[in-house]
């Protein structure tokens, strides 16, 4: 069903995240270059450029800690766990490392406790930069996807040694870089997924040495795969710019003819949430001295009721997460911008 058939409505309301607050407020780190996100256990996560790590509260307050001497690349915060996984830099011409934390647990700085550093090599040793990262719910999986291609999978409890734990190394070093990976299960059903630009497969964890299942000779970019919730049939989400594509481990299951340019996917309780390319061209005269950042448009789509909750433009969007029932936008100049959904009665009054 092509989404111009959907209803449309606006179920959630835009406002800026509050900068007056007591302690440190979102304001104090506005100058930091962030590089990537997370979310979970009732705290937004942002990781930066110079290493360190930013959480904030539901008070919007902000708490930072140095997590790598250089540059944070990825974060995953597991939801049932109070985890914090990351990969960064620690040291220039060296292959980035995982660091696992206990975000219960301080350190004699008072920071989260770090229990495990490794070091991410691909099967070739060849140094490479890690371009997608994913850890699995039951804390014995981490997978990590490089530029050239391979895939590393951890196996065994992620916050132990790294010696007790054993590395499996999946994909071919020339089908392109890994654009996107998620875990789907658990116990004997448990699958890795991943994309390139170019295909979509799948892995069963339960063997030995885990085959690599082609389901789609068609991929997606960085950012444009996440998994679905048991709304959607916990299917893994392919966005391309012409359709939204739903896999399960052994098959492709259905599509969605959304049409343009997907920068960004990501699936929120029920909601696939799609960040596009503005089509429309900037106003502003090419002339112009001003600095304008892109504009991208949001749209959130029900999935389970085949309408569109929220669309709006919004400018340089970075980063899209989820905590505390709304959803939080990272935007140009480091703006905080809240969707907050409105209740059953406004919804009503909507439609």
Same mark, same amino acid.
């Given at each position: 069903?092509?989404?111009?058939?959907?209803?449309?409505?606006?179920?959630? !309301?835009? +406002?800026?995240?509050?900068?007056?607050v007591a302690g440190r407020s979102w304001d104090t780190v506005r100058d930091a270059e962030m590089a990537c996100?997370?979310?979970?256990?009732?705290?937004?996560?942002?990781?930066?450029?110079?290493?360190?790590?930013?959480?904030?509260?539901? !008070?919007? +307050?902000v708490s930072t800690f140095k997590a790598f001497a250089i540059t944070v690349l990825h974060l995953f915060q597991l939801k049932q766990h109070n985890m914090l996984a990351a990969v960064g830099i620690d040291e220039d011409g060296v292959n980035p490392v995982i660091k696992v934390w206990n975000m219960d647990k301080k350190d004699k700085f008072g920071n989260p406790f770090c229990c495990r550093i490794q070091r991410t090599i691909p099967a070739s040793n060849t140094p490479s930069m890690v371009t997608s990262f994913c850890v699995h719910e039951n804390q014995s999986f981490m997978a990590v996807g490089f530029a050239i291609g391979s895939i590393a999978l951890y196996k065994g409890d992620i916050a132990k040694d790294r010696t007790l734990n054993r590395t499996v190394h999946l994909m071919n070093e020339n089908e392109g870089q890994i654009t996107g990976l998620s875990f789907q299960g658990t116990g004997k059903a448990c699958h890795l997924f991943a994309t390139t630009e170019n295909l979509v497969v799948s892995f069963n964890l339960q063997e030995k040495l885990p085959k690599k299942n082609v389901l789609d000779r068609r991929g997606c970019s960085l950012f444009c795969s996440t998994m679905s919730d048991m709304v959607m049939d916990n299917h893994f989400i392919v966005t391309a710019s012409d359709?939204?594509?739903?896999?399960q481990a052994d098959s492709r299951g259905p599509c969605f003819a959304f049409d343009g340019e997907k920068l960004m996917a990501k699936w929120f309780n029920g909601y696939l949430v799609l960040v596009y390319k503005d089509k429309a061209k900037n106003s502003i005269p090419s002339s112009s001295s001003m600095k304008?950042?892109?504009?991208?448009?949001?749209?959130?789509?029900?999935?389970?009721?085949?309408l569109i909750a929220y669309s709006s433009p919004l400018p340089g969007v970075q980063e899209v997460l989820y905590e505390w029932g709304s959803l939080f936008a990272l935007v140009a100049d480091n703006n905080l911008i809240c969707l907050q959904e409105i209740d059953i009665q406004q919804k009503l009054e909507v439609v």
């Open positions: 069903m092509a989404f111009t058939q959907w209803r449309r409505f606006t179920f959630f !309301n835009k +406002q800026a995240v509050p900068t007056n996100s997370t979310c979970g256990r009732g705290v937004l996560i942002f990781g930066d450029s110079n290493g360190f790590v930013h959480m904030v509260n539901h !008070n919007f +307050q359709a939204v594509y739903a896999y304008i950042p892109d504009k991208n448009i949001v749209t959130i789509y029900d999935a389970s009721q085949k």
